[in-house]
């Protein structure tokens, strides 16, 4: 690839966003329209959160739910030809079936291409964006697609004679379970989706030690079931106006809906798909206090465990191997013999853990001023991004249009996914993120045909 090329658009990050972005481009964009998309990991596709290191890793939500692509729904369904429309399949296989998409793009386009680089620096320029990689290649882009999904956790809040013990795993996306020892205690930080995914890949390469968990509040996702269905949210009596009142009519509602044979998961489905609408019309106070006060709850209840991790999860508990601990790690110290004592204090008082590794599934860093990522220092150095006034990722426009460090939106510079988690909240799933990606290439297809419109009158 030559140093300096121009595209008509570049997109950052190859998992589940860049991908779908690239394959609505190719079938929405102009025939000459060129397409660069570059990734510092592996194939195009999976991205980090569907390059699963074990088959055992299942989606968080059914095969009917989980299409690629927007306006057919069952197009994910054809593409497993064998499995029903309700099963929880393994993210691996998700991860596949992007990459098939990517290169099915690829096939139609000769001159949509990939690169495998990590990406630097974007710099605003006349007309153009600059794109720098690590190697010091240089792009130019008229459009710049910034997908680049989750950061690993924060993990400043641990003593460092935790995160800097060797049995300290940072990334809880990407790391190899073969590699932490089989015996000992293991220390799990953390109790969401990705705390319960941990203790499945320690179980399934053999360890065979006690598993201890902790979190702040103690509170673990409830078990998925595939068969729930969104309710349709207008006929339900919801008060949306303040996180209380939403709180206290969710409740309500839910309550009815049991007692009607109905299951509870078909409310917070309907919530979900309103969810975006719901958080831009609250004040931020509220959005603070919901953070705050409510998120936790509303998570365990959204964020739900597919049945066959929750099996894990049960048996280890009722084999006395499974220990939970509410509280937060207040201190650490390196033992002689190699492990790491760990104290914790809660409301029930402390506890202290010797343990052999850690792994931390505190959930992805949104905060862009503690990720410790060249691209996103050099693009809030520049000016070029903010954080959303929330600190849970970027600012950006409701057309997805990222802001500068002015508030002003680029005309040309679209963010979509995680980073977004400030505007719209609900963003990070596969529905949501294939109408983001829908949208931003309807916006740059569009831009781009008016272009060569103006430039053939
Ligand atoms: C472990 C996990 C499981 C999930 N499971 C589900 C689920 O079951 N159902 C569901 O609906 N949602 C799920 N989600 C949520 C959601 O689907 C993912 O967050 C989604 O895949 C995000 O896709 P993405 O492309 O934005 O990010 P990612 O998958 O994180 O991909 C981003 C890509 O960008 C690349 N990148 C980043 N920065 C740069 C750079 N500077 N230069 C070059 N490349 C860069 C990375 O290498 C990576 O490949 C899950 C999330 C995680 C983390």
Redesign the pocket.
């Known amino acids: 690839m030559d140093s300096g090329q121009l595209f008509d658009a570049v997109i ?9 972005v690239a394959a609505e481009l190719a079938l929405t964009a102009p025939p000459d329209f060129r397409l660069l998309l ?5 194939e ?1 596709g ?7 290191p074990s088959n055992r ?5 059914t095969a009917r ?2 299409s690629a692509v927007p306006g057919d729904k069952h197009h994910l369904v054809r593409w497993l030809q064998t499995e029903p429309e309700t099963a ?1 399949i393994s ?1 691996r296989a ?1 991860g596949r079936y992007l990459s098939e998409r990517f290169r099915e793009a690829l096939k139609m386009r000769p001159a949509f291409e990939s690169a495998h ?4 620096d974007v710099a605003p320029g006349d007309g153009a964006f600059t794109i720098v ?2 190697h010091g290649g240089e792009r130019l882009a008229r459009h710049v697609v ?6 690993e956790p924060d993990y400043g809040f641990l003593p460092p004679a935790l995160s800097r013990h060797s049995g300290f795993v940072a990334d ?2 990407r790391f190899a379970a073969s590699r932490l020892p089989r015996h000992g205690d293991a220390l799990v930080v953390g109790s969401g ?2 705390a319960l ?1 941990a203790i499945a890949l320690l179980d399934e390469m053999g360890f065979d030690g006690r598993i201890h968990i902790v979190s702040r509040r103690g509170l673990v996702p409830c078990v998925d079931n595939p068969f729930a269905h969104a309710l349709d949210p207008r006929s339900l009596d919801l008060d949306t106006s303040t996180p209380y009142r939403l709180l206290q009519t969710l409740r309500a509602t839910a309550r009815r809906h049991v007692a009607a044979g109905g299951d509870w998961r078909d409310v917070v489905e309907a919530i979900r798909t309103i969810s975006p609408r719901i958080w831009t019309g609250w004040s931020e106070r509220d959005r603070k206090r919901f953070l705050r006060h409510l998120q936790a709850y509303w998570s365990i209840h959204r964020y739900r465990v ?1 049945p066959k991790t929750a099996a894990v999860y049960d048996r280890l508990r009722r084999e006395g191997r499974l220990i939970r601990h509410r509280g937060q790690i207040t201190d650490a110290a390196e033992l002689a013999n190699g492990r790491v004592r760990v104290e914790v204090t809660g409301p029930m008082g402390k506890d202290t853990l010797v343990v052999s590794a850690t792994i931390n599934c505190t959930g ?1 860093n949104g905060n862009y001023e503690r990720v410790r ?4 220092a050099a693009l809030l150095r520049r000016g070029v991004m903010r954080p959303d006034s929330l600190r849970l990722g970027i600012d950006a426009t409701p057309e997805l249009r990222v802001r500068d460090a002015r508030g002003n939106a680029h005309e040309r510079l679209y963010a ?4 977004l988690r400030g505007i719209f909240y609900e963003t ?6 294939r109408e983001q990606a829908a949208h931003i290439a309807r916006l740059i297809a569009g831009e781009r045909t008016r272009l060569r419109l103006e430039t053939a009158s």
Do not use: C, Q, S
Request: charged share 10%; hydrophobic share 45%.
């Open positions: 950052v990050g190859g998992g589940l966003a860049g991908t779908t570059i990734d510092a990991g592996g195009p999976p991205g980090t959160a569907y390059a699963a890793l299942f989606m968080n939500g739910a989980m929880l993210r998700f680089a990590e990406v630097v990689d690590a910034l997908a680049l999904g989750n950061f809880p996306w989706l990705t995914d597919p992805p990522h060249p691209l996103v979509l996914g995680p980073p990070t799933a596969v529905p949501e993120t």
